[in-house]
């Protein structure tokens, strides 16, 4: 099995700078393989607790060399819940790369482990017959401090459903787990990598260095 690791954080990261200098990345420094994956950006302002900046990924599998260096630009530039990173925000972001497996279909609501699962839930809207579904990475529920019937209730919500929360509505939701590996990257500890791989420090056009 693939786990994530520092290569494909530092891929990703990578891929962003390349962006901003309009320029092609570095080839990855991991093999290809196919698997579900997200790329999650988050920015830490004045030492606090890190701030989600963007996160999108596919829960089919992809190849992973193509499929970090898509959802790289799409979590940062293109989750609509943010406006697009920007050059000047580098410094101040770390990157999780996440390798989704172990898919399995749940038997209720809450057959499945605080922190250890992830979950797609699927249901269908009772005002209007609508399919709705969404996903929670296993890291979401644990650090929110949820139970699991607040993380599914949570889950109703971010897939679009307003109405009236039922015990009934909630034991007619199909719930998949999944487990993850995950790796987490600082922008310093990119810069360390990098100067560490390659020599030299990486540069972004209108970002200044980073010192340690």
Known sequence: MVAANREMAAYCFDTLVAHYNSEDAPPPAFDEGQHPLFVTWKKVVNGGEPRLRGCIGNLEAQYIITGFRDYALTSALRDRRFPPIQ???LPTLECTVSILTDYETAN???DWEVGKHGLIIEFTDPNNNARRSATYLPDVAAHEGWTREEAIDSLMRKAGYSGHITESLRKSIR???YQSTLFTLTYSDY????R???GAAPSINGVKHVNH
């Open 108 to 110: 209720h609501y809450l």
């Open 87 to 89: 050059a000047k925000e």
């Open 191 to 194: 810069v360390s990598y990098v």
């Open 196 to 198: 560490e791989t390659r």
């Open 175 to 177: 719930v998949t787990r």
